[in-house]
């Protein structure tokens, strides 16, 4: 199982979201972890297309970091988004009122996979990322 350093470096991603009751996107881009304090900063960027309308440019921002055998994933801002362990990846984040589910696959090393599961009042869709080395 990889561990924090281990995702150093530049990724191809492909994101795939399908709507429960909208429009199919697409994300394709590149996510990069660059070292920064005691952790990795991850940032992505790239294109999304929504079915049905113009593409636009996209990205985001997380820091990731080693505690206790887990990696712990923050927002830009410091705020905690989630932790897994790599050898059990799966997590969850409340933010009122949706729910967040996250499992990871990395059992391809060095290809991997984050499938998350949202839900709630005018959330229902599943969005699957895939990464290989660039």
Not at 17 to 42: D, H, K, S, W
Not at 57 to 77: H, K, M, T
Not at 114 to 119: K, M
């Amino acid at each position: 199982m990889p561990q924090l350093n281990d995702f150093t470096g530049v990724w191809t991603l492909s994101r795939q979201i399908l709507q429960a009751n909208g429009p199919e996107g697409r994300f394709t881009g590149q996510a990069v972890f660059t070292p920064e304090g005691a952790g990795l900063r991850y940032h992505e960027a790239g294109q999304l297309v929504l079915a049905g309308e113009a593409p636009m440019q996209a990205e985001r921002d997380y820091l990731w970091q080693a505690e206790g055998g887990q990696i712990v994933v923050r927002f830009e801002d410091g705020r905690d988004f989630h932790r897994f362990a790599p050898d059990a990846p799966e997590a969850a984040h409340w933010c009122d009122p949706d729910d967040y589910r996250v499992r990871y696959d990395f059992a391809p090393w060095p290809a991997w996979s984050a499938e998350w599961r949202v839900t709630g009042p005018r959330k229902d869709y599943v969005m699957i990322s895939r990464y290989t080395r660039a």
